[in-house]
């Protein structure tokens, strides 16, 4: 991975790392900061439930002190009625009231048919009411029918109309036939109506009962009603039975379960009163408390966070942004004129980085420096290997001449003396080794100069001819050639690139097969293409990808160039010819393929 890759990249990490402990940081507080709004919440809910629940004991334990007084004033009344059962109530209260004049009771009166429905009373809002719709009042009529007795309810009521707190006394007068009183202190009207008015924290509170297999519940409030009965009658009634209804005031209660909504600033609480279920304690069979809480004052130092992490990760952004271009100028630009001027080769001529005084300005200065000392260096070794080059090409040159003449008069020598002994043969074999060596040198001085052009040559022929020319070379080794030419075959090559090919190939068989094992050279035409192989016994090759290679020798007791078979690779690539070596039955096997 480059430098400057791996810079980014450490700069991209430690962004991450940044970004994600802000991230963690805020999530922190944000979820602290929740717990502690809950906290909050749950506990202004806790005090209000309280303050309620307080009010509503206080009441109750100073009206249930005159549970004494109240039973005398029923068993009075029940006393009078039986009297006169003629009589209006009214009177029956005056009478009543004239009697206990000094206790100061204010109290109303009830007459209950057998349906358990007030057909008279002192009190014209409770009319036409069905008391058996009232789960107190309905147990304690039952009591009454059953034992004749008078019962004073055990808890207060707080009255749906005026929100008055008051006890009720029940009779058994005859069959079908019941005195109800309602005492109430006038000191406690509507102490409740005014906590919940004039609370700081806007609250409602539902009480919640059960009749006929019906859930029902309505607010405590002040209601300009003019009738209880139709009050009850028109309430939402809910079917007993199931565990949830979607309604929050009887799941509340149901499931004595708090449900609180966050929205616009402010939390919605809804909250049972209590515990358990409070029939025994109040006669009812709960209450229910609605809050609505303003919480503006948390949630602003909530954005107010919010905004100032924002802020942070900006700022964050922008840093990074600036240490990124602030390392882009001074490290990653420099470092890359550095590495594109070197493989390019050229110096660097950036006087910005030249004339800095950091470790990039004093590596691309030595680098300056190596450079043009290695540029002289070049030079003078170009002069020197053009020098070499022209010093073997002069020699070169030198031999030709002598190597003509003695060519010549070894001819003439066998022409004059047709039966030359072995002297003669070795003389000759060594003549052409070192023509074909002198062909080689001058191809290998003058391919990069000269162009060699393609024409068309019958290779039939130059295979032929070369296979002559290398028979005495072979003939002084003890070896021999096998023929197997195809005549007639034509491809189009420059004639000596592919002497030099055929050459290569007979000169590396005759110097590396086994003795007195033939070397067999194939020619065959197959439609467009035409194969030439030339087999020979002997190791087998070791590496025979790399034996094309320059200054390559497979066995290094042979002495040699090893330029050979890389002059070959470069003409069976100029010329698009394929080639591979293989093995088989003992024999290396050279194949090229012509196009034709």
Known sequence: MKLSHKITLLQLLLTIILFGFLVFTYLTYFYHYQDELKEYVRTITKIKKEEIYRTIRERTQK??????????????????????????????????????????????????????????????????????????????????TEDKRIHIAHTVSIDALDMGYRVYSYAYVKKGLYLEMGFQDNNLKGSLIELLEHSEVPMQLFAIEQNNGFWRYYEIKKKPIDSKGKFFEHLKKFPTGLKQYGDDIIDAHLLQKTFTKFSNNHAYITTPLYDTNMFDKIGYIDFVMNLELDI????????KTKNIFYIFIFILALAMLLIFLFIRKNFTQKINLIVQNIKAK??????????????????????????????????????????????????????????????????????????????????????????????DLAYILSHDTIEYKAAKICLSDLLQERIKFFTTIAKVNLKSFAVDIEPK???????????????????????????????????????????????????????????????????????????????????CRKYNIDYQVTYCNGQNIFTYIFRI
């Open 296 to 303: 503006s004052k948390q949630m602003a130092i909530l954005t």
């Open 346 to 439: 050229k110096p660097i001529d950036n006087q910005t980085l030249l004339f800095g005084k950091d470790e990039l300005a004093f590596v691309a200065k030595e680098y300056n420096t190596l450079f043009h000392s290695l540029q002289k260096e070049i030079q003078i070794n170009k002069k020197l290997l053009e020098e070499n080059k022209r010093f073997i090409a002069d020699t070169v040159h030198q031999i030709r001449t002598p190597l003509a003449n003695i060519m010549m008069n070894s001819e003439m020598i066998d022409k004059a003396i047709p039966n030359t002994n072995p002297f003669t043969e070795q003389i000759n074999a060594s003549i052409n080794m070192l023509t074909n060596s002198y062909e």
């Open 63 to 144: 009206i249930q002190k005159n549970k004494k007084l109240y039973l005398d004033i029923h068993q009075r009344a029940l006393e009078l009625f039986r009297q006169n059962p003629k009589q209006n109530l009214y009177q029956l209260k005056a009478k009543l009231q004239k009697e206990f004049t000094s206790q100061d009771v204010p109290f109303e009166l009830y007459l209950i048919d057998q349906n358990y429905t007030i057909f008279q009373t002192t009190y014209p809002k409770d009319l036409g009411l069905n008391l058996s719709l009232i789960t107190d009042a309905k147990h304690y009529l039952d009591q009454t």
């Open 489 to 571: 075959i034509y491809t189009t090559i420059n004639p000596i690139e592919c002497e030099r090919l055929i050459d290569n190939n007979l000169s590396n068989a005759v110097k590396y097969a086994l003795p007195n094992y033939p070397i067999t050279i194939s020619l065959h035409q197959d439609r467009n293409i035409a194969i030439l192989e030339f087999r020979s016994y002997g190791k087998e090759i070791v590496d025979k990808k790399k034996l094309f290679e320059k200054n390559y020798r497979e066995n290094s007791s042979k002495r040699g160039l090893g330029l050979g078979l890389h002059m070959v690779q470069k003409i």
